[in-house]
């Protein structure tokens, strides 16, 4: 990462938090939670689920689980349900909202046009962390595409999330449920941490299982392509298709941000000197006033064991390097982990950029005010 790109980062980063402290003033709401076993009985799911769903049909905000993370619900037909999500979040109006589904069926109706390669893609994917984005149909209000005539439409693999939009009777427009820019909860208590107060409800389904968001493709252009790599490798997509995917990371905001603590990513390939600039990179940052929090893969974790570390610094284990889709899993948790802990930086091992280890990284740059080769 340039000079430049990191004062780029700082300064957007400054203005993401200018827009968080301003929209912090919104109407306080006494938030709900309800507690929800996923393993429940479909009757046992309806019955606890009932309030929050019409109440989310009726206007209300309701955090709630996903196999990925946790989304922030409203109904998309309510104009001022939207708005409200937009200015709590602090998220720009022309950034669209995935709409979730609770069947493929329910998808269709929402688009235009339904083509072969989204077919496809459900056949295999859905219910799952993948959205595709279609034509909207004109029955989708504008405010929930970013005002454009495309629409993300996503069927989650999570029985309290389906039983909700069920419930709700209509599509739910959901992005995740955290403060625009910053990590998305994979629990309940992260968006109590991020959005208590703001919001009317919290569904609490315990950890989510995938760890970070929903692969984006837009169907609409050919070839197609990739608006946000996630849980679903391009490759895994292109299998499917037969035809390769586009990909072009354009994005310069940062996202995925702890909401205080500083993230630093240590990317280096060879292993020597991997331990040794996360060592150095850890002793700068560590001080007498200031925690830090050295987050490893399994096998880098056991070979830095053997340093004494100052008492200062906070070591969480992410995965193992062979077990990618285990380190999705644990990645946000272990950052929020880190946060709650009181760390003040956070030192991130980076990971081989293949398959979903590429979405893991590209969150993970992204995330970080520097990066150390």
């Known amino acids: 990462m340039t000079g430049e790109n990191i004062n780029t980062n700082r300064k957007c980063m400054c203005e993401q938090a200018k827009r968080n402290e301003e929209y912090a003033g919104e109407m306080k709401h006494d938030t709900k939670v309800i507690r929800v076993d996923p393993q429940a009985h479909i009757e046992e799911l309806k019955a606890q689920l009932r309030e929050p769903a019409i109440a989310l049909r009726q206007g209300a905000l309701v955090a709630f689980p996903t196999e990925t993370v946790y989304g922030l619900g409203c ?27 609770a069947n493929e069926e329910q998808a269709w109706e929402l688009t235009a046009e339904i083509p072969e390669t989204a077919r496809k893609l459900a056949e295999h994917f859905f219910p799952g962390p993948l959205t595709i984005v279609l034509p909207r149909a004109p029955k989708v209000p504008k405010s929930v595409c970013g005002g454009g005539d495309k629409v993300g439409i996503r069927c989650p693999a999570h029985p309290i999330a389906r039983e909700l939009i069920s419930l709700a009777s209509v599509p739910v427009a959901a992005p995740s449920a955290n403060l625009s820019g910053h990590i998305s909860p994979t629990d309940a208590e992260e968006v109590l941490r991020q959005l208590s107060g703001r919001i009317e ?18 169907l609409t252009v050919t070839p197609a392509r990739i608006l946000r790599l996630g849980a679903i490798p391009l490759e895994d997509i ?32 060879d292993e020597e000197m991997r331990v040794t600039k996360l060592l150095e990179t850890t002793h700068q940052h560590a001080t007498a006033d200031k925690q830090v929090a050295l987050l490893l893969t399994e096998e880098t974790h056991a070979r830095i064991e053997r340093y004494r570390l100052p008492p200062q610094i906070i070591v969480l284990t992410i995965g193992a390097r062979a077990t990618p889709r285990k380190i999705a899993s644990q990645l946000y948790k272990c950052i929020t982990n880190a946060e709650r802990c009181g760390a ?22 992204t995330a970080a005010s520097k990066v150390v080769h």
């Open 75 to 101: 109904n998309p037909f309510d104009a001022t349900a939207v708005q409200r999500l937009f200015v709590i979040k602090g998220r720009p109006a022309d950034r669209p909202l995935i709409l979730h589904v």
């Open 201 to 218: 409800y919290v569904v609490d389904g315990g950890p989510t299982l995938v760890g970070i968001e929903s692969t984006v493709i837009d």
């Open 238 to 269: 292109e299998n499917i298709l037969g035809e390769p995917v586009l990909y072009e990371d354009a994005s310069t905001m940062p996202r995925y941000q702890p909401l205080h603590a500083e993230l630093i990513l240590v990317d280096v390939e």
């Open 344 to 365: 003040d930086a956070i030192i991130v091992e980076g990971i081989p950029p293949m398959g979903i280890g590429r979405s893991i990284m590209h969150r993970l740059r």
